[in-house]
């Protein structure tokens, strides 16, 4: 991440350094809160889904 892109732009500043880490951080906080929203909802449904009866073509 942020420490492979600093080696291969050493001319890069400190501060822009920090503002492409708070980028990156923000993404994955993001990701994560997608992630819990979604496996919160699945939780929800959960027991319908358990209930519902199986899906036939015949």
Same mark, same amino acid.
Request: zero cysteines; aromatic letters at 8%.
């Given at each position: ?12 500043? *400190? ?12 993404? *994955? ?30």
């Amino acid at each position: 991440m942020i420490y492979s892109y600093q080696s291969s732009h050493p001319d890069i500043s *400190v501060y822009d350094q920090l503002q492409q880490l708070q980028a990156e951080f923000n993404e *994955v906080k993001n990701e994560n809160k997608i992630l819990k929203i979604s496996g919160r909802l699945l939780l929800e449904r959960a027991p319908q889904l358990i209930t519902m009866r199986p899906y036939s073509n015949t």
